[in-house]
């Protein structure tokens, strides 16, 4: 989330920093491996999207107080633990324009302080003292765990359907984005109905975050984005664009997607996009995306106005106009 427009940079921008003040001081512990490879990962960049929509979602429900940012930092240490196991995994050597912690510190160290992290988290919820709390995380990180399992068993799957695709990503990407807002509705002691429609609007959130971040792993500039362009594609994700042109494509056309996909090449990329083109791929998947932009903006409806719900209308276009 680029957050660009002027006003909602300056509503958000003493939550980023108290978030990042929050981050820092949560690391310390015995092992200074263990703050070492955690700032490099949680501080050198990240949007804070999951611990600004708990923020919001607590505060638009009624609750305010200095320890909410402290709390946020939940959702950023789960993101942060996926991502370092996500680069294990891929052997990636990039995150955030930088060198990746795997290749710092190597698999092992990578790993076991992702695991740190989940422990972390899962030990600063257990001081909210809401049981309730604690079942939505437990719930979420399942599926989170199951979302990774299935992204890896379906890796270079040129054969996986749309809903496999939506499966995917609804477990690895907008479960947790789901649950930074429902659990933020519960500390604010929202009513059943409001809690219902903030766990809905951060899982089509969480959708829209994902497939725009797919688009753009096809369209995005390689600056902006801190990896290689089509990066996901090497790593053998097969992401919306791709599954709706090989649907829609010719036999001659969708062998040759098959083709490229499997061995991409520099030279093969524009070729490639403008297979995509041919077949409105890409735009199908902006389509997708803006649904499920409306679909957040209208769970949004069953709240009363109020400065958080116009930030969090603004951060529902802002997800989907996002370049990076």
Same mark, same amino acid.
């Given at each position: 989330?680029?957050?660009?427009?002027?006003?909602?940079?300056?509503?958000?921008? =003493?939550?980023?920093?108290?978030?990042?003040?929050?981050?820092?001081?949560?690391?310390?512990?015995?092992?200074?491996?263990?703050?070492?490879?955690?700032?490099?990962? !949680?501080?050198?960049?990240?949007?804070?999207?999951?611990?600004?929509?708990?923020?919001?979602?607590?505060?638009?429900?009624?609750?305010?107080?200095?320890?909410?940012?402290?709390?946020?930092?939940?959702?950023?240490?789960?993101?942060?633990?996926?991502?370092?196991?996500?680069?294990?995994?891929?052997?990636?050597?990039?995150?955030?324009?930088?060198?990746?912690?795997?290749?710092?510190?190597?698999?092992?160290?990578?790993?076991?302080?992702?695991?740190?992290?989940?422990? =972390?988290?899962?030990? $600063?919820?257990? @001081?909210?003292?809401?049981?309730?709390?604690?079942?939505?995380?437990?719930?979420?990180?399942?599926?989170?765990?199951?979302?990774?399992?299935?992204? $890896?068993?379906?890796?270079?799957?040129?054969?996986? @359907?749309?809903?496999?695709?939506?499966?995917?990503?609804?477990?690895?990407?907008?479960?947790?984005?789901?649950?930074?807002?429902?659990?933020?509705?519960?500390?604010?002691?929202?009513?059943?109905?409001?809690?219902?429609?903030?766990?809905?609007?951060?899982?089509?959130?969480?959708?829209?975050?994902?497939?725009?971040?797919?688009? !753009?792993?096809?369209?995005?500039?390689?600056?902006?984005?801190?990896?290689?362009?089509?990066?996901?594609?090497?790593?053998?994700?097969?992401?919306?664009?791709?599954?709706?042109?090989?649907?829609?494509?010719?036999?001659?056309?969708?062998?040759?997607?098959?083709?490229?996909?499997?061995?991409?090449?520099?030279?093969?990329?524009?070729?490639?996009?403008?297979?995509?083109?041919?077949?409105?791929?890409?735009?199908?998947?902006?389509?997708?995306?803006?649904?499920?932009?409306?679909?957040?903006?209208?769970? $949004?409806?069953?709240?009363?106005?109020?400065?958080?719900?116009?930030?969090?209308?603004?951060?529902?276009?802002?997800?989907?106009?996002?370049?990076?």
């Amino acid at each position: 989330m680029a957050l660009q427009g002027k006003s909602i940079l300056k509503d958000l921008e =003493k939550d980023v920093v108290a978030i990042n003040q929050a981050l820092a001081a949560n690391l310390q512990t015995h092992v200074p491996l263990i703050a070492e490879v955690g700032r490099h990962i !949680l501080l050198s960049g990240g949007k804070r999207i999951r611990p600004l929509l708990f923020i919001l979602a607590a505060r638009m429900c009624g609750c305010q107080g200095n320890h909410l940012s402290d709390f946020s930092t939940v959702f950023e240490y789960l993101h942060a633990a996926t991502l370092l196991h996500d680069d294990v995994i891929d052997a990636a050597s990039v995150r955030r324009g930088a060198s990746s912690a795997n290749t710092i510190w190597g698999n092992q160290a990578v790993i076991l302080v992702g695991d740190f992290l989940l422990a =972390k988290a899962l030990s $600063l919820a257990v @001081t909210t003292n809401k049981l309730k709390i604690l079942q939505v995380l437990s719930q979420a990180t399942t599926m989170m765990a199951e979302g990774e399992i299935l992204q $890896l068993l379906h890796t270079g799957n040129l054969k996986i @359907t749309e809903a496999e695709y939506f499966e995917v990503i609804n477990r690895k990407t907008a479960i947790l984005m789901s649950a930074a807002c429902q659990i933020g509705a519960i500390l604010g002691g929202a009513s059943a109905r409001h809690e219902e429609a903030l766990t809905q609007m951060g899982l089509n959130l969480g959708i829209t975050f994902q497939v725009v971040d797919d688009i !753009l792993d096809y369209t995005g500039d390689a600056k902006e984005l801190g990896k290689e362009v089509c990066a996901d594609l090497r790593e053998g994700r097969i992401t919306l664009p791709l599954i709706h042109a090989l649907a829609q494509a010719t036999p001659k056309d969708r062998e040759r997607l098959e083709d490229i996909a499997r061995d991409l090449t520099p030279e093969s990329v524009a070729e490639f996009r403008g297979l995509l083109d041919t077949y409105g791929s890409l735009d199908h998947a902006r389509t997708v995306a803006r649904s499920y932009t409306r679909l957040a903006q209208e769970n $949004l409806e069953a709240f009363s106005a109020s400065p958080e719900k116009a930030i969090f209308q603004a951060i529902t276009e802002e997800l989907l106009a996002r370049t990076h």
